[in-house]
């Protein structure tokens, strides 16, 4: 189970790049070890070589919110990206677009990734977002967002798709109960 992403307020970090690909947030020689954690260390680890990158500025450590350019996550489809944004501890992402494979693996991992345009918030210190009532906050602004609604039910009840499915644990035993009652010698 995931934790749930109702109420979220963190500090921006502003990365203004487009086309961000899966490769520069998780490069490739990072992708061989075994469990999901562990890979914020490595998170976007070529560019935070560079002392002035958006990660390596004090005002910016602790970020749990990142807003940045069109077709984030591009790319690979691998789910490392996914993993190594959340271990950094990124919760939500917001950029004008995604690549769709990005999208699900962050919303299996618990990171509320909005489409959104952003230049109203790239200059925000702090934001609030708020799933609930599917809003963006601070001082002065109020930004409405949409989201799919079911990558917003998972996110709010932090369910991956396996919880999902047993939401309807007990539909699939009575299925299962009829099949076997039709066909006792063909099991599902």
Known sequence: MMQPFRVHRGVVAPLLRNDVDTDQIIPKQF???????????????????DASFVLNQRQYQGASILVTGSNFGCGSSREHAAWALRDFGFRAILAPSFADIFVANCT??????????????????????DLERCEIRDAGLLVKFEIDAYRRERLLHGHDEIAMTLRHEAAIARYEAAQAAKDPLHPL
């Open 31 to 49: 992708l061989k070890r075994v469990g999901r954690s562990g890979y914020g260390e490595c998170l976007f680890h070529d560019w935070r070589a």
């Open 108 to 129: 299996s991992n618990g990171i509320a990734a909005i489409a959104i345009e952003t230049d109203a918030l790239i200059e925000r210190t702090h934001l609030t977002i």
